[in-house]
């Protein structure tokens, strides 16, 4: 039988219930804008209840609170981190790509197409007869050079240093990786040790969550928890995978460094010495498959394949720079310049390959030109001088210092190509830092070995800088010396043939595969900008992504004001009830100790 005490009992249960409700709900408002903070409810239940006898029923004693546990879908946790390391890896490459667009600047009226067409239009002027010997369009030329020269040094220059910040990045984020993962293992301890009793941590949870999303949008990871202890007394213990590596072992973790490459090892040749590797901390090599990680890498290595990066543009801006160069040098170096300048003269101080006609008069066999100092003849593996189908000669220098050497048909056949295109795609492959040269031989094309010139070291050559008669704007060449030494050495005035020449490069096709030299930047630029349109639709997707799975996560685990509104009014009402109760049990106590037993005193 229930004693007169019992009333009171329950009602003091659902005071100290509601209370705790309450604190509850204040704890949920005052986190409301907390990030990563989960809502909580108390969880209650009916107390036992006591039996009544003589079969009766039983009688409620009450409520008890049993826990307070935080409102949290794990299946939603799963799904947004994975989609967070997605969108990490494309909002890194789009803004690598925005980067490059920008360095690119085109179009405008300032890019590398602007400043082309100006030397080109230099170069047209040059052409114009008498203009031909006119030193102030000469130095136009010049000056029109050196501005296209600049340029491509600055857009290398700015590639490189690109490069260069993404490195920074990577070792950076490597930093934040080992940061969060000892921040988690410290957590994943005192979680483990407060909830041994049963207890929820489940304010150190959001922080571990937190702290896990944010680890998530840096690489590709897998969390796992296994619980542990006995039923009642169970906690649990966290464990996360990177590429197959243990990356957070409960309170113990894996750390990443970063070792500088050694001279040699660099995956490109245009890369700048000491970029960083990841590997583990026990010397294990390290793999990332996404994330913001993978951006970087990928923006800072890739020279190839669909994730182009930093190096692919440094190659494709450093090969127009090669061809262009040993181009224009061979069409410059077949003319004359004046005043007893000669023939032969490069225009650019790289990739060095140029024609020069046989002695006039003419011997038989032809007898080249002597060669200027510096230079050598252009001869196959037998050592015998190689000649175009006029029966020019070409000269060139050493390989290493800018020149050019044959590739036998052997080796052209052995590289399986089947297209020009192909042929020197497959050549590149096989020799990093060099290209293929086509040019023309007596019996049909040669095929000729350079080395790659990077556009930061490309200038004019230091025959043009010094001397503005060292331009070869004729063709027809005389022999200026007095008495005659039957070199041809000075153009005929007025001849501005070979500036024509060296004009009509500038719609040439058969310089690139891509076409003409604009042709070839408007492809390049074109490729990017298709790169730059996909990061950023897959950014966009991404973010919609999120956006749709974190909206979901919110609305089950995110803070509603206006429901914690209701609860607190909720709980306050039944605080107050359960107060009345207990002020009615008190004066029914109050009647029996004091208004009972008291008739007839």
């Known amino acids: 039988m229930s004693g ?3 009333g009171l009992n329950i009602a003091k249960s659902g005071v100290f219930a509601s209370q705790r409700a309450l604190n509850v709900t204040g704890h949920n408002i005052a986190n409301a804008g907390t990030p990563g903070y989960s809502r909580q409810r108390l969880n209650v239940t009916e107390s036992n209840p ?87 369009v000469r130095t136009q030329v010049r000056e029109r050079g050196i501005a296209l020269t600049k340029t491509l040094n600055k857009m290398y ?3 490189k240093d690109m490069q260069k910040n993404t490195d920074f990045a990577v070792e950076t984020t490597v930093d934040q990786i080992n940061g969060y993962t000892k921040q988690i293992s410290k957590l994943n301890k005192q979680i483990f040790t407060y909830e041994l009793d049963g207890s929820n941590a489940n304010d150190l949870r959001d922080q571990r969550n937190l702290l896990i999303d944010e680890l998530s949008n840096l690489v590709n990871i897998e969390v796992t928890e296994t619980p542990v202890g006995d039923e009642g007394n169970i906690s649990s213990k966290m464990k996360i995978m990177l590429g197959g590596n243990i990356l957070v072992s409960h309170e113990n973790y894996n750390a990443l460094k970063t070792t500088s490459r050694e001279v040699g090892e660099e995956k490109n040749y245009v890369d700048n010495p000491k970029l960083l590797e990841i590997e583990w901390e026990n010397g294990d090599m390290f793999h990332c498959k996404s994330g913001k990680l993978k951006g970087l890498l990928d ?29 224009f040098n061979m069409q410059h170096g077949s003319g004359y310049g004046l005043a007893g300048a000669g023939t032969g003269i490069p225009f650019f101080n790289s990739a060095y390959l140029m024609k020069v006609p046989e002695t006039d008069p003419p011997t038989i066999p032809p007898t080249p030109t002597p060669v200027p100092t510096g230079y050598k003849y252009l001869t196959d593996t037998a050592g015998t001088k190689i000649q175009d189908k006029d029966g020019n000669f070409y000269i060139t220098k050493d390989l290493s210092d800018g ?116 042709d070839y930047f408007k492809s390049l630029i074109s490729n990017l900008g298709v790169d730059g349109q996909e990061a950023q639709r897959m950014t966009d997707n991404q973010l919609a992504l999120v956006t749709q799975i974190d909206n979901t996560r919110q609305s089950i685990s995110g803070v509603s004001l206006d429901e914690e509104m209701t609860n607190m009014i909720k709980y306050q009402q039944t605080y107050n009830a359960c107060a009345r109760m207990i002020t009615v049990a008190d004066e029914m106590l109050d009647k029996i100790i004091n208004g009972m037993g008291v008739v007839g005193r």
């Not at 060099?434 to 049909?444: D, H, I, P, V």
């Not at 200026?480 to 043939?497: E, K, R, T, W």
């Open 4 to 6: 007169a005490f019992f």
């Open 299 to 327: 923006m800072r290595d890739n020279i190839d394949g669909k994730e182009k990066g930093i190096p692919y543009y440094m190659d494709k801006l450093n090969k127009f720079t090669t061809v262009f160069a040993a181009e």
């Open 157 to 159: 220059n700015q590639f």
């Open 403 to 518: 020149g050019m050497e044959p590739v036998s048909n052997a080796d052209i056949t052995a590289l399986g190509g089947t297209t020009d295109t192909d042929i020197i795609q497959k050549f590149e492959e096989k020799n990093k830092g060099y290209t293929l040269f086509k040019a023309e031989g007596a019996s049909g094309s040669i095929w000729l070995k350079v080395k790659m010139v990077k556009a930061g070291d490309i200038d004019i050559s230091d025959e043009i800088h010094k001397d503005l008669n060292n331009i070869a704007a004729g063709k027809k060449g005389y022999d200026s010396s007095n008495p005659p030494d039957g070199i041809l050495d000075s153009a005929l005035a007025g001849d501005g043939s070979n500036a024509l020449a060296l004009n009509a490069l500038r719609n040439d096709e058969d310089i690139f595969s891509w076409g003409t030299p604009d």
């Open 50 to 136: 006591m039996t009544l006898s003589g079969g009766q029923g039983m009688l409620g004693s009450g409520v008890d609170t049993t826990s307070i546990r935080q409102i949290r879908d794990e299946f939603l946790d799963f799904k947004i981190r994975k989609e967070f390391t997605t969108s990490g890896e494309w909002e890194t490459r789009l803004e690598s790509l925005q980067q490059l667009e920008a360095t690119f600047n085109e179009p405008s009226n300032s890019g590398i197409r602007k400043v082309m067409d100006e030397f080109f239009s230099s170069i047209q002027e040059l052409s114009e007869g008498e203009k031909s010997d006119n030193l102030t």
